[in-house]
Structure formats: C-alpha cells, structure tokens
C-alpha cells in the first residue's frame, strides 16, 4: 500500500538517478563557453541517461533474483557515486537549460500571429488537464491490467525480470523497456499512480526534438509553434499522453534519436552518436514498431549524412550501426534472449509469431499500404463521418477492386470497414487534422523537395516525407493487418511531424484567414473538449468520484474497477479481490486464468500479505495443488495463447467429427481443446500446413473434488463487452 514512508524512498531513488543524470548530461551535451546547453541537447540527455540507468538496473539485478528497494537503492547510490568522479575527472562541467531566453522566443512568436496565441492557450489547457489526470487516474486500460502493467506486477513478487506462468503470451515475448519502469515505480510505491507520465515524458521528448529539428533547418519560430500545436492537438496523441501507452513514448525516443544524430553531424562529435544509437536502443526494447521504422530512419540519417560529409558519409552511419548494436545488446537485449531460451526464438512464441505475422503474399503489401493511408481518414470526435464514410470506403474498395484484391487479403483483425469517429484510446487515429493538414504537408513536402534539393529546408522535409513512406512500407509486410494498427500509424506520424512546417500559412488574404480560423476551430475542439472526454477517462465524472469518496486511494479503485459511464459497477476481477481480502493474511490461492483476465488487481495482492500463484490451465494435471487454500477459475472455458508445447510436439487426445468439430467420448473432469490459428477451427494433426495459436481447456468441478476440493461458490458475470463476461469459481481446500 502506498505510504508516506514509501514515497520517502521512491523520491530518494528518483533524485540519486536524477543527479546523476544530471552529472552526466553536463559532461556529454554540447554546450557554449558559458555552460548554456546548445540545441537544446542537455534535456535529452538527461532523459536518455535516467531512461538508461533505471533499465540496467533493474537488469543487472534480475540477472541474480535480486529486484527489491535496497538492491535498487545500492545501484543507485553505486552510480551516482560513479558518475561524480567522471563529473569531477572531466573538471565540474554545468549544464544550464535555456530556459527563460526559449521561453521569450516563444512568446515573442505567439505575439506575431493571434491564431497562434489562442492555439497556445488550449494546449496549455490540454496540458494542464492531462498533469491532473495523470497524477490521480489510475490505469485502468484492458492492454494495461492484462499485459503492460500485469508483467510488471510479476516481476515484483518474483523479483526478476525472467518468464513467468500466465495464459496471455503477450506478458513474456514482448520487448520491456517501459514495463521496467512501471516496475520501478511499483516496487517502491506499490501502487500504480503516476505511471503516465512515463509516456507523457515521452511527448515533451518529441515536442523538444521537432522543436529542435526544425531549429536546425532554420524554420521561423511562428513554422515552429504551429507544427507543435498541430501535432499535439492530434486525436490519438491526446489521448495516449494520459495513458501508458508507448507509440509516443517511442516516438521521443526515435526522434530524440534524429535529434542528436543531426547535432552530431554539426558538432562532429562521437559521443553525440553514441547517445543518438542509445536513444533508438532504448526505443527497440521498448515496442517493436520502432524496429519496423529502422531501415526508414536509417536511410533518413545517411541521407543527411551524406549532405553534410558527402563521400564519407559512412563513418558517422558505422559509428551509429556499432553504438547501436552495443546499447541494444546491454539496454534492450534481455527479453530477446529470454524468449530464446524459451522458445527457440528471439521473436517469441510460436503462436505469437503466427498471430502477429505477416501473411497474403505482394498484394497483401499493398492492400495493407493501402489500408494505413486510409487511417488517416480519422473523424475521432465529429460525427462527419456519418456523410461522407461510404465515399471514403467506396474510394478504398474501388482501388482495391482496381487491382483485383481482395478486400479482406491480409487481415488479422479487421475494423468492419468503419471509419472511427469515437474517442475510444485504441482505435483513435490522428482526427480530422491528419487529413486536414499532415496529409497535404507530407504530400507537399515530398513534391517541393523533389524540385528544390538545394535549400535545407526544402530537402530536410523532403528528407521526412520519404520517411514516412517507406516507414509505412515496412510496416505493410512486417504485420498482419489489426484495427489496433492504427497506434502504430499515429508513431509513423509522430516522427515524420517535422513536415507540419510547411503548412503554416501567414495571414495575407481572406481565404488563408478562413482556412487558419477553420484549423484553429478543429485544434481548440481537441485540446478544449475532446481531452476531457476521452471514453475510457472522463474528466468531469472521475473529479465527481474523487470529490465524493473519503479517499484518493478509494476514488481510484473505484475508477479502475467500472463497468459503466459515470465510473459506475464493478469489474470481476475486483469482485474476486475483494473476496480474497476477507480471507486472512497467508491465504494461498491458486488461480487458473484465461488470455482475457485483468491480473494486476490480484496479483498485487502479494504486496499485501496473500500468496497468490498463477497456474496454466493446460498444465492442470501435473500441479501438487494440495499446497492451496482456494483454487480460482476465472471462467467456463479457460483460454490460453502459452502453450506446453509446439504444433509439431501436441498430441490431441479428442476426435474431430465430419463437420471439423472436436468431440470426446465421455465427459471428463479435464480436457483442452487446440485452436488453429486461420480457420479457428479444431487443430486436426491430419490437415497439413495448421498452427497451434491458443487452447482452450475445461476444468469440471470433478476435476477439484477428486482432489480433496470443494465448491465454494459460482459468479456469472455477464455483459456485452466480451472482455467484462466471466463466470468465476472458488474451491476450497478440505484438508486444511
């Protein structure tokens, strides 16, 4: 439970890796005779370095089984320590931000264009909104409670970083960075408040570095502000910096990555590459979109490479290649090999790979690119959609048709051809403004720089545009086609948003006033209204929670546990931890899960004095269960995507009928039946070419009595939303 005590703690542990960030920072970040940061790199230091610091960490520690607060706390204080000596060996270097001389730029930008100015003060709005959202909503997403948070509350009990028992593998093949940090901030804490700032850090990252790009290619400060403002007013960017989810965060860290690598290439300085290649390290062991975007950042960075060093643009693009593999190796690495070692592949699981794979063949490339541009066709908060969302389709099919695809050719998950127009987090793409103006500014800037390659700034947006193209093309042959896809669009965008400069228009005629007064409607809709009504996080009904409930802690976890608009009901999940809380201290339960379950909510329960185990439902059989208290099973059917074997190594004891449907002869207290991964239908070994994705097992109450459990009591949870149905089971030891 979060105390005075153990915030006492986590604050020490936060300014030990601060300061010596901060150490770190002054030594390495280009800075002028007077000590003021040059390029703004100083802040971007200091994040990579803390970024840095909290990973190796907790790596280091895991290696020996050994995460809890004094360990921690000893890396720390050991590097602090070490970075202090560096700091005074390398003669006491400051590094002072140039904090009030940015801001006078800024202001004195806004004053020349009113627009401006009012865009600013709604995003100041937004900003605000977001810190008090961030600083009591509690996570509460589906992704989180059941993957990006769940890990993490793993790691905590077992104190490493390795593979745990659960029945979603999207908790151990999945890349970790961030998770780490949720864990660091969980085991000092034991709570969950705060942890999207993580992400929202990860957007002031980006804002800095476009900021900071566009500097460099010498864009006026009003081209500047208009491009932050555009790109922070986009739909899916508002809604994931109150979140914990990472397509921002990534794209700081990438863009960071651009940011350093052109300041290097101005300095001629190596350890600006080193902390360039730290920065997309980071970014790869953080989500796997950033290794999609690879070979196009790549390309953009030999690129300027090139312009700047002409033949020997190669020696800053090998030093870049060499830094990389090193810092992915020692701050992105560990889970890749985890899932070596577990599955026989740095990739993951088998049926990870399959359900995640791309599949369809040189048409399902294209139907796929085609798909992603259509993204951008996002209505998020307007209901103009309702007119002209057949067209838009219409045009899509038609082009499909066009080429004699498929339309369902190399889908995963399909969106039913909508074109979204709710704020729901994960199917909101960048609103009416990414088809209003980085659309236009994308196209624009890849035109003008293919007729003007000898300005910088013409061939710097240039340079961006390409980017993105190619960055969507590897994202059409890396990945089977998902609504939820559309995250990693608003990542492609986030890093290619540079181009946002040349959409700026000076106020010189009546139609640019009316085109700028129709943009500043649509920026202030998002950042004045569309921010505090997020689906998932409405503000004005989670202030009247916190205003009504004796406590904050209280106020969160009934936020956390609705089921309806108001912030009314409660999930299942919480039903079963508040049933596992009337029990005393030391009781031990078993629970057998499906992919579904939102397990943070009880496996926190091992921070307060219960002893909770996960065990996989396909395993049932060979568990000593004797050992429990209670045995839980969170539904009729349990579902898992970790299997105890591969497709080649399961052997199925049920028959499959004429209809390709699995049967048994008798009834059985236990039994699982395999999913193939295309049809969904029964694995049958008999059918050539099939993958095993998930198995589904059936644990009768037979299955407890015969060994010495009895029933306790069923609860039938039902609803619409599939994810909130469960029927849950509690059994109960006899024999102690």
Known sequence: MFTFVSFIK??????????????????????????????????????????????????????????????????????????LIFWFKQG???????????????????????????????????????????????????????????????????????????????NLVMPINSEILYLWVLLFLKNDIGLSFFTFLGYIASLFSVYNILTLFRFSERKKLWSLLILSSFASVIAEVSSVETDVLIAGLVLTSITLFLTALKERKLSLIFFSSLAYALAMGT???????????????????YKDMKKEFYKPMLAYLGFLFINFCVFSGYNYVLNFLSFGS???????????????????????????????????????????????????????????????????????????????????????????????????????????????KAYGLWAFSVMFFVNLLCLSFSLAYMVFSVRFVTFLIVISSPVLAISYM??????????????????????????????????????????????????????????FNGYEGKMPFCYLRDIIRTTPKGTYFGIFPSV??????????????????????ENA????????????????????????????????????????EAYYNSIRPFSCIYADHYSHQPYNPAKKGQVIVTSSCYLMNDFFTNKGFSFVRSYDFQSVISENSNYMTIYKNNNK
């Open 621 to 660: 059989p060979n568990y000593d269960l004797s050992k429990y208290d209670y045995l839980v099973t969170t539904d009729k059917v349990l579902t898992s995507s970790v299997l105890l074997n591969k497709t080649k190594d399961t052997k199925i004891e049920y028959k499959i009928n004429e209809n390709g």
């Open 346 to 456: 740095f990739l993951g699981s088998e049926s990870a790979r399959e359900i995640h794979g791309f599949r369809g063949g040189f048409k399902a490339i294209i139907a796929n690119y085609i798909r992603y541009i259509f993204m951008m066709f996002d209505f998020s908060g307007f209901r103009y959609s309702d007119y002209v969302g057949e067209h838009i389709n219409n045009a899509k099919f038609a082009i499909f048709d066009l080429l004699k695809i498929p339309h369902e050719l190399g889908v995963e998950m399909s969106d039913e051809n909508v074109i979204n127009n709710r704020l729901m987090d994960v199917k909101m793409g960048t609103g009416l403004l990414g088809f209003l103006v980085f659309l236009p500014s994308l196209i624009t800037s890849f035109v003008i720089g293919c007729f003007n390659k000898a300005k910088k």
């Open 10 to 83: 986590f604050l020490i542990s936060f300014l030990m890796i601060f300061i010596s960030s901060y150490f770190l920072s002054s030594v390495f970040s280009p800075k002028d005779e007077k000590g003021v940061s040059k390029y703004g790199t100083g802040f971007l230091y200091l994040l990579l370095c803390m970024f840095a610091q909290i990973v190796i960490s907790f790596e280091f520690l895991s290696l020996f089984k050994a995460i809890n607060e004094i360990n921690v706390l000893l890396c720390n204080v050991a590097i602090l320590f070490l970075s």
């Open 92 to 170: 006491r270097p400051i590094y002072r931000p140039q904090i009030f001389s940015t801001f006078l730029r800024i202001f004195k930008g806004l004053k020349k264009d009113k627009i401006l100015m009012i865009m600013a003060f709604g995003f100041l709005f937004f900003i605000a909104v977001t810190v008090i959202m961030n600083l009591f909503m509690p996570v509460s997403s589906y992704d989180a409670l059941t993957y990006h948070l769940n890990r993490s509350s793993f790691w905590l009990t077992q104190g490493s970083l390795n593979h745990f028992i659960t029945a979603d593998d999207r």
């Open 506 to 563: 000076r106020t010189k005629n009546v139609l640019t006033s009316l085109i700028k007064l129709m943009l500043l409607f649509f920026v202030m809709s998002y950042f004045l209204v569309m921010s505090t009504n997020l689906a998932s996080r409405q503000f004005s009904d989670a202030v009247k929670v916190v205003l009504k409930e004796k406590t904050l802690n209280d106020a969160r976890e009934k936020i956390r546990c609705a089921l």
């Open 287 to 305: 989500k796997t979109p950033s290794i999609i975007a690879f070979p196009g950042v790549f390309l953009l960075l030999s690129f300027f490479a």
């Open 596 to 617: 579904n379950s939102r397990l943070y909510v009880i496996s926190m329960l091992n921070n307060e004095g219960y002893k909770i185990d996960v065990l996989l439902p």
